[in-house]
C-alpha cells in the first residue's frame, strides 16, 4: 500500500511542474495532480480504518 501510495503522490508532483509547461491543458493537468496527491494520502488513511 506504501509503494502506491508514494507513486500517486510523485505522480501528482510530476503533475504539478509539468502543468506549467504544457501549453493549454495547465489547468486539467494541475488538477490532476491536486487529485492525485490527494488520492495519496487519502489511500492509506482509509485502507488503515478497515
Known sequence: ????A????LLGMFCF???FAVPGL?????FGGI????A???L???A???
Open 17 to 19: 511542474g509539468i502543468a
Open 44 to 46: 492509506p488513511i482509509h
Open 40 to 42: 495519496a494520502i487519502a
Open 26 to 30: 495547465q489547468a486539467i493537468i494541475f
Open 35 to 38: 487529485l492525485l496527491v490527494s
Open 1 to 4: 500500500m506504501f509503494i502506491v
Open 6 to 9: 508514494l507513486l500517486l503522490f
Open 48 to 50: 488503515r480504518a478497515k
